[in-house]
């Protein structure tokens, strides 16, 4: 299974605010050739309309420890979404992992295939 950069953060905290761009691997971006390993050619799927979920868990686990809902930006065009930690989410050190779930407005749903690591270290308190 594939990962995102490691994302490193500390128990306790309701930020930062995590912003993803959602995009389509397989449709190159208007006035770009499609290259599979550079996502900047990837067209943004359109999540106007959608709702989308990062979902956590620990690695490991088949448990959801948390679904954290993310809001869309602008139109949802770009396929930009984002999150933040609502009190409680990060209350356990550990490593995690995420998936973010689209459901769009005619109820089909898409999940990223690459999950999203989180490395959550305890704080001093």
């Not at 490991?60 to 949802?76: A, H, I, R, Y």
């Not at 065009?77 to 490593?95: E, H, I, Q, W, Y």
């Amino acid at each position: 299974m594939a990962y995102s950069d490691t994302l490193k953060l500390v128990t306790g905290d309701t930020l930062p605010e995590l912003t993803f761009t959602l995009k389509d691997s397989n449709t190159a971006a208007s006035g770009q050739t499609l290259d599979p390993n550079n996502s900047d050619t990837w067209e943004p799927i359109n999540v106007n309309g959608a709702s989308v979920k990062l979902r956590l868990r620990e690695v490991g686990s088949t448990t959801v420890k948390s679904t954290l809902t993310c809001n869309v930006v602008g139109d949802g065009s770009a396929g930009k979404v984002t999150t933040n930690f609502p009190t409680g989410t990060l209350d356990t050190a550990g490593t995690f992992e995420g998936e973010l779930e689209v459901t769009f407005s005619s109820g089909g749903i898409q999940t990223v295939n690459d999950l999203i690591k989180f490395k959550v270290r305890s704080d001093f308190d």
